[in-house]
Structure formats: structure tokens, C-alpha cells
């Protein structure tokens, strides 16, 4: 049985894992510790919450405490990933191991991190951006760099930081020690592993694309009307800590406006949040003082609250490997958790895309999703129908949505049309006889129309006669010639010199 002494650890680092608890290494953690010791660069593809975050930083660590000009850098692509990975060093570095660090993220004050920096630390933790902001300003030194590791590379891709990534290498030394980790290995990850690694080990802890083993996943088939009715039902049924997550900002504000309106605790988190907001709503949640969290994207990597049982999926994502980091929220470290996808017509295409990410080479729906009948109390109270769908059990919505549109903003759907118009036929494109009712009154021009036609009243004569007008004739409009000229003598004239 492998241990952490068996491992050739330090043993002050030995003993700090002793003291938070921490006594057997996770099999990511024994499969690349060794490769990390011996200095080699490492590929690694692991699910979230199996540990890689000990995986790279116990080899760092060694080596910052045998080479004490050392520096460490450590890439992520959020917010909070750095926090949480600055919270996991803080646990293993005790007296015995004086190594300062500095968290350098966007949200924050530069001069808070000037002063971090000031310090001269030996870990230095940062997103891709402000990395490149304290590089601009010369604030940053990553020549003594011989230690990256750039942590979930498969979102950073994502989230477009290629570009970002590139210039940060631009300022590292060339001999150096470089490892990543992601989510999976996809051609992209590759690629970029070809950039920044020298031959490196790969290590694929469990096969791609693949959930935590104690993670129950359901799927609800229904309308986008009917989903806010399914999630109360849903969160009314279920015991503990809940995420439910959106695709966009406004939309994380709205839903949990929309459930602290039905009483339930909740808050939302996405990137508008300053820092502070962010450390927050992550600490409230932490100390179960709000229940449900409702968050973006940005937060399906770097969230670690222990108490997450469940994950729902209000809105699918885009991007079928984030599937995979959205339910990586719960279950954690080996324990069990549960995933529900709300999946409306409009969602169908993004789940076959997670479906043949998830079970490949497999028929659609075939493997371990529960399919849960879509009978839950909609929005106004009423109970959609459920019909047989195409694939086998599995049941829909009969109501097919419009959009996002609630119910209550829909045009009515009587006899009657909108407008005045009557609701009468008509025939040949005459006008219906429910119009216009009496005698019409004759059309008078408006002002600026062109000359107004003179008041009175035409007499029609027998043939032969003209036709004679009673009345006053029009006043008759001077030509331009006639009409008063200025006096331009009393205008100086003037020049240009």
C-alpha cells in the first residue's frame, strides 16, 4: 500500500498532512508525486475533487524547500480555484516551512497584491490576466520561475486565456519543470501541452469524460415554462446544500430573486461580483446560511464547499465538457452526491452533445441517467401531462414552450384577433361591413399640404354650360419677386486675412 512516507515526501510535509488529517495518498496523488520528485514535466487528466491539487503542490513544495532560490507559479482560470488552492497550501505550510505567497487576481486592488509582491514570496498564485497586467508594470519577476503548473488548462482554453498564456511563457526562464492538468485530454489540450512541456508523462487517473462513480445522475424532460415549477418541486423534495446553475449572469440574479420570493435561501454568484461579493456568497454558503446557490459557469471550477449534494442543471451548458465541472460540485473526496438536468425542447441538442461526451460509441440516454417523469406542478399551480417519448420511458412535456416567455405574457389565444378590427369574414379583400359606420366626412388638407383649396360650393350646370363657384376665392400668393428684399447694406462684410 502506497503512503505519503513511502513517497520520500519531506517530513515536515508528512507531518503537516498528519495534522490535517490527510494519511493515504488518492491514486492520482500516488501516480504523480514520484514523477513530480524526479523533476520530469507531467500531462495529467483527472476528475475534480480526486486530489490533484496535493498531486502537484507536495512536488513543489520539495523543491522549493531543497532549492531555496526557487520560485513556484501557479496558473488557474478563476478566482475562486486561486483562493481555493491558496487555502489548500496555507493547511500543509506550517513554521517549519516559510514559504510566503501571493494571490494575484482580478476583483481586487493592485496595490493589496503591490504589497503581496513587496514581500518577495516564493508561490505566486494568479488567473492569466492579472499575471499579465503586474508583468506590464514590471511589478512581477519570473525569472527564478522553475516551477509552473498550469491547473484546469481545458477551461483556461475556454475561457479564452490562449493568448494570455502565451505571454506569461515569454517571461519564464527555459529550464523549468511544467505541469498540467485538465479535465480532459482533447486535441486542443494537446496541442498546447506540445507548446509548454518537454516530453512530458502522461497520466490518465479515469477514463475521459467521465462523472465521479457516487454521483447519481436524473434527467426531467419539460417545458422552459414548466422548469421553475420543476426546481421548487425539486429543491422542496431534497435535504441539504444545492447549486443550481444558469448559463448567464442576469439570469443567475433573476432565479434567485424568483426563489427568495417562494422563501427559499438563495444567492447567485457569477463574474459580475466584486471579490469581496464573491468571498461572500461562498462563505454564507459555507456556513449554511443560505442554501442554494445559483451560479454561472465561472463557478463550475474552483468551488469547493463540502456540504454540495446536489447539482442541478437548470440551464444546460453549451460546452459539453463543463457538464463534467458543473456535477464535479458535489460528491467530493468520495463521498455521494446527485446531478438533475431540466431539459427543455430547446436544450435537446446540447444534451445529445453531453450524452455522446459521457457514453461514447453508446446509443443517446442508454447508460446511467435515471429518467424521472415530468409531472411536477408548474408555475401556476397546474400539473403537465406526460407523453411517451421517442426513446423507450422516457417522458416529455406535452406543452412545447415558446421561448423563455412565461405564460402569463402570452397573447391570448380566443376568437378574438387583437386590434379593432371586427372579427367578421371577409370576402374578395372588401373591407367588412363592421368598419367604418355612417357617412364620411370630406377630407380636409392639412397646413403645408400645398394651397388650400377656396371655401364655398361648385354648382354643376346642364352639358354644354361651365360649371360657376359661389364664394370667396382664394387669396392669391405673391411670386418670389414680389416679395420684400432685405436691406443688405446694413450688413458689414467681412474677410479672412
Request: glycine share 8%; with cysteine; proline share 7%.
Amino acid at each position: 500500500m502506497t503512503t505519503f512516507e513511502t513517497l520520500n515526501l519531506p517530513t515536515a510535509l508528512v507531518e503537516a498532512l498528519k495534522n490535517i488529517n490527510i494519511t493515504a495518498p488518492t491514486p492520482i496523488q500516488a501516480r504523480a508525486i514520484p514523477i513530480g520528485l524526479e523533476g520530469k514535466d507531467i500531462l495529467a487528466s483527472a476528475q475534480t475533487g480526486t486530489g490533484k491539487t496535493l498531486a502537484y503542490a507536495l512536488p513543489m513544495i520539495t523543491k522549493l524547500l531543497n532549492e531555496p532560490e526557487s520560485a513556484a507559479l501557479i496558473l488557474v482560470p478563476t478566482r475562486e480555484l486561486a483562493v481555493q488552492v491558496r487555502a489548500s497550501l496555507a493547511l500543509l505550510l506550517s513554521k517549519a516551512m516559510p514559504l510566503k505567497m501571493a494571490v494575484l487576481i482580478g476583483g481586487e486592488p493592485m496595490m493589496k497584491q503591490f504589497m503581496q509582491l513587496r514581500a518577495r514570496p516564493r508561490i505566486i498564485i494568479g488567473t492569466p490576466g492579472r499575471i499579465n497586467d503586474h508583468l506590464a508594470r514590471n511589478s512581477v519577476n519570473l525569472k527564478e520561475t522553475n516551477f509552473v503548473v498550469i491547473d484546469e488548462a481545458d477551461r483556461m482554453l475556454d475561457m479564452g486565456f490562449g493568448v494570455q498564456l502565451d505571454k506569461i511563457v515569454t517571461y519564464l526562464p527555459k529550464v523549468r519543470q511544467t505541469v498540467m492538468f485538465s479535465a480532459t485530454l482533447l486535441p486542443a489540450i494537446i496541442k498546447v501541452a506540445d507548446k509548454y512541456l518537454k516530453s512530458p508523462t502522461s497520466i490518465k487517473e479515469n477514463p475521459e469524460a467521465s462523472a465521479a462513480p457516487k454521483i447519481k445522475q436524473e434527467i426531467i424532460h419539460t417545458s422552459a415554462a414548466d422548469k421553475f415549477g420543476h426546481l421548487l418541486h425539486e429543491l422542496n423534495q431534497r435535504d441539504g446544500s444545492v447549486i443550481v446553475f444558469v448559463k448567464t449572469k442576469r439570469g443567475a440574479d433573476h432565479l434567485a430573486d424568483k426563489l427568495r420570493q417562494k422563501d427559499q435561501s438563495a444567492d447567485a454568484i457569477h463574474g459580475d461580483l466584486r471579490q469581496r461579493q464573491r468571498d461572500r456568497v461562498i462563505h454564507n454558503t459555507r456556513e449554511n446560511r443560505n442554501r442554494i446557490l445559483v451560479a454561472t459557469d465561472i463557478a463550475a471550477r474552483g468551488l469547493d464547499i463540502p456540504q454540495i449534494r446536489h447539482v442541478i442543471n437548470y440551464d444546460l451548458p453549451h460546452c459539453a465538457e463543463d457538464y463534467i465541472h458543473r456535477i464535479g460540485r458535489t460528491a467530493r473526496a468520495g463521498m455521494e452526491g446527485n446531478a438533475l438536468c431540466l431539459i427543455s425542447p430547446e436544450d435537446n441538442k446540447y444534451w445529445k452533445a453531453i450524452d455522446r461526451l459521457m457514453n461514447p460509441g453508446q446509443q443517446p440516454e442508454r447508460q446511467s441517467y435515471s429518467t424521472r417523469p415530468a409531472n411536477r406542478p408548474s408555475n401556476g399551480g397546474e400539473r403537465s401531462e406526460r407523453r411517451s417519448g421517442g426513446g423507450g420511458d422516457r417522458s416529455y412535456s406535452e406543452r412545447r414552450p415558446s421561448g423563455d416567455r412565461p405564460g402569463g405574457e402570452r397573447r391570448p389565444s380566443g376568437d378574438r384577433p387583437y386590434g379593432d378590427r371586427p372579427s367578421g369574414e371577409r370576402s374578395g379583400g372588401e373591407r367588412s361591413g363592421g368598419g367604418f359606420q355612417g357617412p364620411r366626412k370630406p377630407f380636409k388638407g392639412r397646413a403645408g399640404d400645398g394651397p388650400q383649396k377656396p371655401e364655398g360650393t361648385w354648382q354643376k350646370k346642364a352639358p354644354g354650360e361651365a360649371s360657376s363657384f359661389k364664394g370667396k376665392p382664394a387669396a392669391k400668393k405673391p411670386f418670389k419677386s414680389d416679395a420684400a428684399k432685405p436691406d443688405r447694406s446694413k450688413f458689414k462684410r467681412t474677410g479672412f486675412r
